[in-house]
């Protein structure tokens, strides 16, 4: 494999679309833990611990039925996430599921963006 001259290019920032900022925020620094910096009327960052990120004005949503890439989490306990994300606020649109190599769900957050969580056990 040769290397590319953009060998640091891993993802370094995800943008989503959001209508409510104060109801994406608490749902994900309650389910995920994530922290956030606000930076006005039009946008809100956040880091997870590894990855930062962001929260722009829209009324849009990402979701898979649209073509938009989808986002999975990683736990040890995906049913005890799924509730956490339940009770935050998210909504289940994918029960949990199996697939070659684990089982996953996928959930909907306060702004309807969609995104799942997967586990390999």
Known sequence: MSES???????DY???PASDFDAVEAFYSRVFGWTFVDWGED???F????LDGGFFKSALTSGQDDGAPLI???TA??????????AAGG????PVFAFPGGRRFHFTDPCGNELAVWSDR
């Open 77 to 86: 306990d995906l049913e005890s996430c799924a509730a956490a994300v339940v």
């Open 43 to 45: 946008y809100r960052a």
């Open 5 to 11: 001259r953009f060998s640091e290019g891993g993802i």
């Open 91 to 94: 909504v289940i649109v994918k």
């Open 14 to 16: 995800i943008e989503l």
């Open 72 to 74: 999975i989490f990683r």
């Open 47 to 50: 880091n997870d611990g590894r």
